[in-house]
């Protein structure tokens, strides 16, 4: 009889970053990790580990980072526990310039400590992140099985849209990061090249479309090598996808029409390498041709977070802010789903920590309409204007906290009053 397999399992994902002298064959690691987490009884929760009490693997591990999910195994096979090994790149990014001196792309090779902690510092309120990475993991595995692309069709093109701030281009460099990871096995390193699209425009007429070919041309000459995975990241597509229509009432209507002609020429072009993905992002879609949207697999939405995210947000600020000092007491933050839980019960005085977590609580409802980057940056504000020492109760944060927003809120105000 036929195994049955549910569209959905419980997976544990265990990334290992090995010390960068670490010689360590990818097979006796996993053999020692899985042998120490049986021990520990770690397996089967989320968790980052960064000590070992094993002299065996402290020294040749620098981390490993336990992911739990219902999504498809990355390596096509179905068991509980998968293992990647992987190590940092310490090639430092380089940079593509122009004749003019123009920055045309930043170039990575991942993964890289730069993007170290991206992935789980991005917050949001769906699973996109799983949801990306069950894509990539699909896209590889349809090239791998040889399906034909003309009869079931993909095209490797992912566009995030939304308003500015939402973390559009920090879950691209991080989607890039992950999947390099999850990957390890199969290709020997990736390459992110994220192009400045603004840089593309030449002021000599009829000069944007070759840069744009130029560019490509580039491109394909790293595809070319199967064991790299390349990921190209356009950020603001819409500079040089811009709608056709639009584009012939613009100053110079031919030019920017061969702008278009050539990105679109040229993304059929490479789609028939496997190991290629493209990234997008876009603060106004309504400005993209329709073409490019039409050739994206992946059309997501990447909106403003709730209470919900912007609860999570902040509490992992606060566990940062704790863990380097700057907030010298380390009372727990109950996650909201929990505070929610232990309010309902209105005979029983909240304790101390839950007070603290309704406090923040109320903060993100007074937070709700700021992106994800000024979130971030509301408890540096609270620090520098309203906290003249150095250490700082968790209860003397909060209340700048809620200083801080009170006056992005009253700075956007007298903004837009004298615009």
Same mark, same amino acid.
């Given at each position: 009889m036929m195994a049955e397999f549910s569209n959905s399992l419980k997976i544990f994902h265990v990334e290992i970053l090995l010390h960068i002298n670490s010689l360590l064959k990818r097979d006796d690691v996993i053999a020692r990790v899985a042998r120490w987490l049986s021990i520990q009884g770690i397996i089967g929760k989320e968790s980052?580990?960064?000590?070992?009490?094993?002299?065996?693997?402290s020294e040749h591990i620098n981390s490993i980072r336990i992911y739990e999910n219902d999504h498809k195994n990355m390596n096509g096979e179905f068991p509980e526990v998968c293992y990647y090994v992987y190590s940092f790149n310490s090639t430092a990014p380089e940079i593509e310039e122009s004749e003019d001196e123009q920055q045309i792309s930043t170039q990575w090779v991942l993964p890289t400590q730069e993007f170290n902690n991206l992935w789980d510092s991005l917050i949001y309120d769906t699973d996109v992140k799983g949801e990306l990475l069950n894509y990539v993991g699909t896209a590889l595995d349809f090239s791998d099985k040889s399906v034909d692309p003309t009869i079931v069709s993909w095209n490797r093109i992912v566009l995030l849209h939304g308003p500015p701030g939402t973390g559009k281009t920090s879950l691209c460099k991080a989607l890039a990061q992950k999947i390099c990871i999850r990957f390890s096995s199969k290709f020997s390193y990736g390459q992110l090249i994220e192009v400045n699209t603004h840089s593309l425009f030449s002021k000599w007429f009829s000069e944007s479309g070759k840069l744009v070919t130029k560019m490509f041309q580039s491109i394909l000459s790293l595809v070319e090598d199967p064991n790299v995975l390349v990921i190209v990241l356009l950020d603001e597509v819409e500079t040089l996808a811009r709608s056709r229509s639009s584009a012939l009432s613009?100053?110079?209507?031919?030019?920017?029409?061969?702008?278009?002609?050539?990105?679109?020429?040229?993304?059929?072009?490479?789609?028939?390498?496997?190991n290629v993905l493209i990234l997008t992002t876009s603060n106004i879609t309504d400005a993209i041709d329709v073409a490019l949207i039409d050739r994206a697999d992946i059309k997501q939405y990447?909106?403003?977070?709730?209470?919900?995210?912007?609860?999570? #947000?902040?509490? *992992?600020?606060?566990?940062? =802010?704790?863990?380097?000092? #700057?907030?010298? *007491?380390?009372?727990?933050? =109950?996650p909201l789903h929990r505070l929610r839980i232990s309010t309902e019960n209105e005979q029983q005085e909240p304790l101390l920590h839950e007070g603290r977590s309704l406090k923040l609580r109320a903060i993100s409802e007074q937070s709700l309409g700021l992106s994800g980057r000024t979130l971030r940056k509301m408890p540096f504000i609270a620090c520098a204007l309203f906290i003249k020492t150095k250490l700082v109760s968790l209860d003397v944060f909060l209340d700048a906290l809620s200083k801080a927003v009170e006056k992005h809120w009253q700075d956007v105000k007298s903004l837009n009053a004298h615009k």
């Amino acid at each position: 009889m036929m195994a049955e397999f549910s569209n959905s399992l419980k997976i544990f994902h265990v990334e290992i970053l090995l010390h960068i002298n670490s010689l360590l064959k990818r097979d006796d690691v996993i053999a020692r990790v899985a042998r120490w987490l049986s021990i520990q009884g770690i397996i089967g929760k989320e968790s980052i580990i960064t000590k070992f009490d094993d002299d065996s693997l402290s020294e040749h591990i620098n981390s490993i980072r336990i992911y739990e999910n219902d999504h498809k195994n990355m390596n096509g096979e179905f068991p509980e526990v998968c293992y990647y090994v992987y190590s940092f790149n310490s090639t430092a990014p380089e940079i593509e310039e122009s004749e003019d001196e123009q920055q045309i792309s930043t170039q990575w090779v991942l993964p890289t400590q730069e993007f170290n902690n991206l992935w789980d510092s991005l917050i949001y309120d769906t699973d996109v992140k799983g949801e990306l990475l069950n894509y990539v993991g699909t896209a590889l595995d349809f090239s791998d099985k040889s399906v034909d692309p003309t009869i079931v069709s993909w095209n490797r093109i992912v566009l995030l849209h939304g308003p500015p701030g939402t973390g559009k281009t920090s879950l691209c460099k991080a989607l890039a990061q992950k999947i390099c990871i999850r990957f390890s096995s199969k290709f020997s390193y990736g390459q992110l090249i994220e192009v400045n699209t603004h840089s593309l425009f030449s002021k000599w007429f009829s000069e944007s479309g070759k840069l744009v070919t130029k560019m490509f041309q580039s491109i394909l000459s790293l595809v070319e090598d199967p064991n790299v995975l390349v990921i190209v990241l356009l950020d603001e597509v819409e500079t040089l996808a811009r709608s056709r229509s639009s584009a012939l009432s613009g100053n110079e209507p031919s030019d920017a029409l061969r702008v278009v002609n050539a990105l679109l020429t040229h993304l059929d072009m490479i789609k028939r390498y496997p190991n290629v993905l493209i990234l997008t992002t876009s603060n106004i879609t309504d400005a993209i041709d329709v073409a490019l949207i039409d050739r994206a697999d992946i059309k997501q939405y990447i909106g403003l977070p709730s209470i919900e995210a912007i609860y999570q #947000i902040y509490s *992992t600020c606060i566990k940062e =802010l704790q863990q380097c000092g #700057i907030i010298c *007491t380390r009372e727990l933050l =109950l996650p909201l789903h929990r505070l929610r839980i232990s309010t309902e019960n209105e005979q029983q005085e909240p304790l101390l920590h839950e007070g603290r977590s309704l406090k923040l609580r109320a903060i993100s409802e007074q937070s709700l309409g700021l992106s994800g980057r000024t979130l971030r940056k509301m408890p540096f504000i609270a620090c520098a204007l309203f906290i003249k020492t150095k250490l700082v109760s968790l209860d003397v944060f909060l209340d700048a906290l809620s200083k801080a927003v009170e006056k992005h809120w009253q700075d956007v105000k007298s903004l837009n009053a004298h615009k």
